[in-house]
């Protein structure tokens, strides 16, 4: 008889409360043995530091101390986006709540790719991505439970960004029968991945003079092509937190006829924000709109979502398989889950999504937002009124770009990898307007204004002269 307990049945309880202990203090003596945001030494030493703990990978005979071993030494060599000074990318803090409900996922492991896999999961994800996607396009009023039998829109979750945009060109392309993709430079790359993926033309670039999509060169560029277009705009850009002018970009759509998809993997957070919320005028009138997340929404890795006005925009993903959706089946009721993703096996992110939800509020969630883009004002307003610091500009969500005055671009380069190998702070790099800046992508709620003054003295005193 087997001696390894399992995670999930009568007894799966039991077993874990004592591997959730080992797992929190290995939790925490991680994070005391790091010191810091980031391991110190530099990617040799963090890597020798971790050959050390695994040892033999595989070995002939198990070690009851594996568990507190490795988690140790991850959570040692870890970036832990919990701390203030770990900024560079959009790679958010999750919330304790939204960690917990992805344990209960786990232990569960249910997957949705039959509803005999999923019961209860394949229901909770029907309705929760379609109140997400009546945040998007509009619906009944957020206090109503939603009803899957009058559809405004819909969504499917994903693994985040890159399967979203890649879904997006992937239902154009069938709308129409093939499409050409139109995007400004401002772009995400896996929009350009995704035309190698799905063997579409290579995309045709607009110009972004001003890190935002032009929309006269937008114009001209939909005036001079043929056949089916589709154009992708961008809520949040990677590189300086920038959203493209919606409004005109879905005027100009409407007016030649393409198809829009906006990519608000980033910007889409700002939905749940009053304050902010009005920065996404005009995102409702796309095709298709990439959300995520595990960005401004505090998730574990994964919750992406792509969320589509029409429907029946979904068809195109129909697929059969006599041992998952059987005709019998889904006319005696049964959910046909084939059609919700490219993929078969997949894990319940959706309960994460939805226990953050539920126990936060949109009213909760948007003061996250708002936390978090009033520290990117601290930070500009600090920068700005500093005398050793150029400012790119005030930021649109909450992402700030600076560089040392009369410092070279190398020189930024090597500020922001002297503060990673010594594991003081971790901050982005960005390049605009043909020179490069360090960027600084503020989503933790909890930074205080005193992190921020300890980030830029960080900077000035290891900026090379």
Same mark, same amino acid.
């Given at each position: ?20 202990d ?13 010191g810091g ?7 040799r030493?963090?890597a ?5 703990a ?28 919990a ?10 803090p ?13 232990a ?7 509803w ?17 996607a ?44 093939g ?17 190698? @993926?799905?063997?579409l033309?290579? $995309?045709?670039? #607009?110009p /972004?003079? !001003? %890190? &935002?999509? =032009?929309?006269?060169?937008? *114009?001209?560029? @939909?005036?001079?092509?043929?056949? $089916?277009?589709? #154009?992708? /705009?961008? !809520? %949040? &850009?990677? =590189?300086?937190?920038?959203? *493209? ?12 006829? /393409?198809?829009l998809h ?9 939905l ?5 919320r ?7 009138r ?38 998952l ?6 006319e ?15 894990r319940?992110?959706?309960l ?19 936390q ?8 500009a ?26 410092a070279?671009?190398?020189?930024v380069?090597?500020?922001?990898r ?11 790099r ?7 800046w ?10 205080r204004?005193?992190?921020l ?10 900026t090379?002269?």
């Amino acid at each position: 008889m087997s001696t390894a307990p399992l995670a999930s049945g009568p007894q799966g309880p039991d077993a874990l409360r004592p591997l959730l202990d080992t797992v929190l203090h290995a939790l925490a003596e991680g994070a005391t043995a790091r010191g810091g945001p980031l391991p110190a030494g530099g990617p040799r030493e963090v890597a020798q530091r971790l050959r050390t703990a695994l040892g033999n990978p595989l070995p002939q005979h198990g070690s009851p101390d594996a568990l507190h071993t490795l988690v140790r030494a991850l959570a040692e060599g870890a970036a832990d986006p919990a701390d203030p000074l770990c900024a560079a990318h959009l790679h958010c803090p999750p919330l304790a709540v939204a960690t917990a409900a992805d344990l209960a996922a786990s232990a569960l492991n249910p997957s949705l790719d039959s509803w005999d896999q999923a019961p209860a999961a394949s229901e909770l994800e029907a309705l929760v991505a379609q109140a997400l996607a009546h945040q998007v396009y509009g619906g009944p009023d957020p206090s109503d439970t939603p009803d899957p039998s009058h559809p405004r829109g819909d969504a499917l979750v994903t693994t985040g960004g890159t399967e979203s945009n890649q879904l997006a060109l992937l239902l154009a392309r069938e709308q129409h029968h093939g499409v050409q993709l139109v995007c400004g430079s401002n772009a995400h790359h896996s929009l350009h991945r995704a035309t190698w @993926l799905l063997g579409l033309p290579e $995309p045709v670039v #607009v110009p /972004a003079p !001003a %890190g &935002t999509l =032009d929309p006269a060169a937008l *114009d001209s560029a @939909l005036t001079d092509l043929r056949g $089916p277009l589709l #154009v992708a /705009a961008t !809520a %949040g &850009t990677t =590189d300086a937190g920038l959203i *493209d002018p919606l409004p005109d970009i879905a005027d100009l759509c409407a007016t030649h006829g /393409a198809r829009l998809h906006i990519d608000a993997a980033y910007g889409g957070g700002l939905l749940f924000s009053d304050r902010h919320r009005p920065k996404l005028d005009g995102l409702a009138r796309a095709d298709t709109v990439t959300l995520d997340l595990h960005k401004l929404g505090w998730q574990p890795v994964a919750a992406g979502l792509l969320a589509v006005r029409d429907p029946t925009d979904l068809t195109p993903l129909a697929h059969r398989a006599d041992y998952l959706n059987a005709d019998d089946d889904t006319e005696a009721g049964h959910p046909d889950l084939l059609g919700r993703s490219l993929r078969t096996t997949r894990r319940p992110d959706i309960l994460k999504i939805a226990v953050t939800l539920k126990t936060l509020g949109r009213h909760g969630i948007g003061n996250l937002v708002d936390q978090v883009c009033a520290h990117a004002h601290e930070l500009a307003d600090l920068t700005a009124a500093h005398p050793g610091f150029e400012l790119y500009d005030h930021p649109v969500i909450s992402t700030v770009l600076f560089r040392p005055y009369d410092a070279t671009d190398d020189a930024v380069a090597a500020v922001r990898r002297t503060l990673l190998d010594q594991g003081r702070a971790v901050l982005g790099r960005a390049t605009l307007d043909g020179r490069r800046w360090l960027k600084a992508t503020l989503l933790n709620p909890h930074t205080r204004p005193g992190d921020l003054a300890t980030l830029l003295k960080l900077v000035e005193g290891h900026t090379p002269r």
